[in-house]
């Protein structure tokens, strides 16, 4: 066929002919099969269809002289342009033969499943997709659940006019890159019924410290398209890879997300998704199950490997995962470079420091980065003012962006942004992907920043002090300090560090040390754990209705209370441990006075009021207490 490849005969050498999401589907079918990695099949219209397309319909001087007009940096010219080229683009008609090609591939797809009309997801590929310098991601459409040779056609057709999204425009403008040189290829692929399931994003590194030795895994239920565009807060499981490949079940963090929508297929009535409420039992469980957890975390480590073989350097990666409902069976979808960490030098500590020891803040979510930033808050709902809020045209250089989501037509304005803070999302949505691109401090999955903040309030977006990104009222004062690592003389003593958050434990690893001298276990307890443990065990007999509904909060997704405790306290130490691995880490039992003891949810039930606590019931005396042993049935010698 002239325009039509199977994916299975691509490799990432045809980057030029299929771009790059069709060349590493083709590479990891080729080679990875082998593994037991399981890719969906599917067929590739190479960039000469498109090509064709445009000649075909002689779109290319039109498409030339709006482009060629345009300010990048006027954002309603930027849109109104954007605009115009791909509705040139969607009125054009296919070449006969490239549309014959279309309709013969798709059916003999559809015939090997025994279909006459199989279900398929069409995507975008362009040429200029993760290159090792930038990341060309999410700018392009994809199209799910697509049946039948007529909606094929008009996907095809949506894909080819998504190369002139308005972010693709002005990310090219950004880097350097002709728009007539990139070229775009469809991917056509067998669905995978994750609306029946769960699917997601897995990364080699933790995206936020660039941590190289774990997989980070974002899943929700449903189509994976939500958890791209921020939809909802997806759960967050950490798996720690040298102990992966040593045959142990290394899972050192699991995060309950709030996943109270998904998307499914739709109706059958010209919508091809919809997305349905999920009921509270699913929503208060992990969406993949450990072992599950464990696969996906295989199978990106191997596919990391593969490819920093085939380049000769580290290449971490970016990988999308969907589980068939129909058959429990795991698929790879799409697998890229990631490009952010992958290039950063690591020769130079920037750290941010706050004051925030007397603060209250007005509400957190995930950090994205590590910096701070303060500005005045501009809340969105839109592009085009609607609701009562701004449009793109009066938002003001250097303000704070406060919106439920961002998708790519966004990224112009994000640009203009001192930080972001969103409603929805986890740490490979939307936002935050493109947060870390622009070096901006961002708070993902707040739940209601939009309410809770005002237009015009000054406010400072902390991400510095760990996972949980703070906004505080005003303009707090902060430090910028930046060291030079190769500046730093050499020792004859082995330094080894206090660590006491787990959560900034994978960033300090990249501090010179010769591992951990002190984790306090007092410290995991307060900042992960949250609840007195006694409050865990008996808080049903207090008749303590507000603390049994906070606690039953907490723990959803765990067994019991008591497997809540043991395992938030085995993922606090392991965490610690994989970031200084394989140096040593000591970690010391709780030594909390009943005064901080008091301090946790529902600690006042269970405390005595002690005059010094300082030389109270804590540490040893505790361990040795008989109410202490009756009530956790345990002797300490």
């Given at each position: 066929?002239?325009?039509?490849?199977?994916?299975?005969?691509?490799?990432?050498?045809?980057?030029?002919?299929?771009?790059?999401?069709?060349?590493?589907?083709?590479?990891?079918?080729?080679?990875?099969?082998?593994?037991?990695?399981?890719?969906?099949?599917?067929?590739?219209?190479?960039?000469?269809?498109?090509?064709?397309?445009?000649?075909?319909?002689?779109?290319?001087?039109?498409?030339?002289?709006?482009?060629?007009?345009?300010?990048?940096?006027?954002?309603?010219?930027?849109?109104?342009?954007?605009?115009?080229?791909?509705?040139?683009?969607?009125?054009?008609?296919?070449?006969?033969?490239?549309?014959?090609?279309?309709?013969?591939?798709?059916?003999?797809?559809?015939?090997?499943?025994?279909?006459?009309?199989?279900?398929?997801?069409?995507?975008?590929?362009?040429?200029?997709?993760?290159?090792?310098?930038?990341?060309?991601?999410?700018?392009?459409?994809?199209?799910?659940?697509?049946?039948?040779?007529?909606?094929?056609?008009?996907?095809?057709?949506?894909?080819?006019?998504?190369?002139?999204?308005?972010?693709?425009?002005?990310?090219?403008?950004?880097?350097?890159?002709?728009?007539?040189?990139?070229?775009?290829?469809?991917?056509?692929?067998?669905?995978?019924?994750?609306?029946?399931?769960?699917?997601?994003?897995?990364?080699?590194?933790?995206?936020?410290?660039?941590?190289?030795?774990?997989?980070?895994?974002?899943?929700?239920?449903?189509?994976?398209?939500?958890?791209?565009?921020?939809?909802?807060?997806?759960?967050?499981?950490?798996?720690?890879?040298?102990?992966?490949?040593?045959?142990?079940?290394?899972?050192?963090?699991?995060?309950?997300?709030?996943?109270?929508?998904?998307?499914?297929?739709?109706?059958?009535?010209?919508?091809?998704?919809?997305?349905?409420?999920?009921?509270?039992?699913?929503?208060?469980?992990?969406?993949?199950?450990?072992?599950?957890?464990?696969?996906?975390?295989?199978?990106?480590?191997?596919?990391?490997?593969?490819?920093?073989n085939l380049k000769g350097y580290w290449c971490p990666?970016?990988?999308?995962?969907?589980?068939?409902?129909?058959?429990?069976?795991?698929?790879?979808?799409?697998?890229?470079?990631?490009?952010?960490?992958?290039?950063?030098?690591?020769?130079?500590?920037?750290?941010?420091?706050?004051?925030?020891?007397?603060?209250?803040?007005?509400?957190?979510?995930?950090?994205?980065?590590?910096?701070?930033?303060?500005?005045?808050?501009?809340?969105?709902?839109?592009?085009?003012?609607?609701?009562?809020?701004?449009?793109?045209?009066?938002?003001?250089?250097?303000?704070?962006?406060?919106?439920?989501?961002?998708?790519?037509?966004?990224?112009?304005?994000?640009?203009?942004?001192?930080?972001?803070?969103?409603?929805?999302?986890?740490?490979?949505?939307?936002?935050?992907?493109?947060?870390?691109?622009?070096?901006?401090?961002?708070?993902?999955?707040?739940?209601?920043?939009?309410?809770?903040?005002?237009?015009?309030?000054?406010?400072?977006?902390?991400?510095?002090?760990?996972?949980?990104?703070?906004?505080?009222?005003?303009?707090?004062?902060?430090?910028?300090n930046e060291t030079n690592l190769k500046d730093l003389?050499?020792?004859?003593?082995?330094?080894m560090l206090n660590v006491g958050s787990p959560e900034?434990?994978?960033?300090?690893?990249?501090?010179?040390?010769?591992?951990?001298?002190?984790?306090?276990?007092?410290?995991?307890?307060?900042?992960?754990?949250?609840?007195?443990?006694?409050?865990?065990?008996?808080?049903?007999?207090?008749?303590?209705?507000?603390?049994?509904?906070?606690?039953?909060?907490?723990?959803?997704?765990?067994?019991?209370?008591?497997?809540?405790?043991?395992?938030?306290?085995?993922?606090?130490?392991?965490?610690?441990?994989?970031?200084?691995?394989?140096?040593?880490?000591?970690?010391?039992?709780?030594?909390?006075?009943?005064?901080?003891?008091?301090?946790?949810?529902?600690?006042?039930?269970?405390?005595?009021?002690?005059?010094?606590?300082?030389?109270?019931?804590?540490?040893?005396?505790?361990?040795?207490?008989?109410?202490?042993?009756?009530?956790?049935?345990?002797?300490?010698?």
């Amino acid at each position: 066929m002239k325009y039509i490849v199977d994916l299975k005969n691509v490799s990432l050498s045809d980057v030029n002919l299929v771009g790059g999401k069709n060349a590493s589907l083709g590479e990891m079918i080729q080679h990875l099969g082998i593994l037991g990695i399981k890719v969906p099949n599917g067929f590739a219209i190479t960039v000469n269809g498109y090509r064709d397309f445009i000649t075909h319909n002689k779109l290319d001087k039109s498409i030339k002289k709006l482009i060629s007009k345009l300010n990048p940096d006027d954002i309603i010219e930027l849109r109104k342009t954007g605009l115009e080229v791909r509705e040139l683009i969607r009125n054009g008609v296919f070449p006969e033969d490239l549309k014959n090609e279309i309709q013969t591939k798709y059916r003999e797809l559809s015939e090997t499943y025994g279909q006459t009309t199989t279900d398929v997801a069409v995507r975008s590929s362009a040429t200029a997709e993760d290159l090792p310098d930038a990341s060309f991601a999410g700018q392009q459409e994809t199209f799910l659940n697509v049946r039948g040779t007529e909606s094929i056609l008009e996907s095809v057709r949506n894909c080819f006019a998504s190369l002139f999204t308005d972010r693709a425009i002005s990310y090219r403008t950004s880097f350097g890159f002709n728009h007539f040189d990139v070229g775009l290829s469809v991917c056509v692929q067998k669905m995978v019924r994750s609306d029946l399931s769960s699917s997601g994003v897995a990364f080699s590194l933790d995206t936020e410290s660039g941590f190289k030795d774990v997989v980070m895994i974002n899943g929700s239920y449903g189509l994976g398209e939500m958890i791209v565009q921020g939809a909802v807060s997806p759960d967050e499981f950490i798996v720690f890879k040298p102990l992966l490949e040593k045959g142990f079940s290394p899972i050192i963090e699991k995060k309950l997300g709030n996943k109270n929508k998904k998307m499914v297929y739709g109706d059958g009535q010209g919508k091809l998704t919809k997305i349905i409420n999920i009921d509270e039992e699913h929503q208060s469980n992990f969406c993949i199950n450990d072992n599950q957890v464990l696969q996906i975390s295989k199978w990106v480590t191997s596919i990391e490997k593969y490819y920093s073989n085939l380049k000769g350097y580290w290449c971490p990666m970016d990988v999308e995962w969907a589980i068939d409902g129909l058959s429990n069976e795991l698929y790879i979808v799409q697998a890229r470079p990631e490009t952010i960490h992958s290039r950063r030098k690591n020769d130079t500590l920037i750290e941010y420091k706050i004051n925030s020891e007397n603060l209250i803040p007005i509400l957190k979510g995930s950090a994205i980065g590590d910096g701070v930033s303060c500005g005045q808050v501009v809340i969105m709902h839109s592009l085009d003012g609607r609701d009562g809020t701004i449009d793109v045209s009066e938002f003001v250089e250097g303000s704070v962006l406060v919106t439920d989501m961002t998708d790519p037509d966004w990224e112009p304005i994000m640009k203009k942004a001192s930080a972001i803070v969103t409603n929805k999302g986890g740490r490979t949505c939307h936002a935050a992907i493109v947060a870390r691109e622009m070096g901006l401090p961002a708070i993902v999955g707040s739940i209601n920043a939009t309410k809770l903040l005002k237009n015009n309030q000054n406010v400072t977006i902390s991400c510095c002090e760990g996972d949980i990104g703070f906004v505080y009222d005003g303009f707090i004062d902060y430090e910028k300090n930046e060291t030079n690592l190769k500046d730093l003389p050499q020792i004859p003593t082995p330094i080894m560090l206090n660590v006491g958050s787990p959560e900034s434990a994978f960033k300090f690893s990249n501090l010179p040390n010769s591992g951990v001298g002190l984790a306090r276990e007092e410290f995991i307890i307060n900042n992960y754990i949250k609840v007195h443990p006694m409050a865990l065990l008996k808080h049903k007999e207090l008749d303590d209705n507000k603390l049994t509904d906070e606690i039953n909060s907490i723990t959803k997704g765990y067994e019991n209370e008591e497997t809540f405790f043991v395992k938030k306290l085995s993922y606090g130490i392991a965490r610690i441990a994989a970031a200084f691995y394989p140096q040593k880490v000591i970690v010391r039992l709780s030594d909390f006075k009943s005064n901080e003891y008091k301090n946790l949810l529902g600690g006042i039930h269970f405390e005595p009021d002690e005059e010094n606590p300082m030389i109270g019931w804590r540490g040893a005396s505790r361990y040795y207490s008989d109410k202490y042993k009756e009530a956790f049935g345990m002797e300490i010698t």
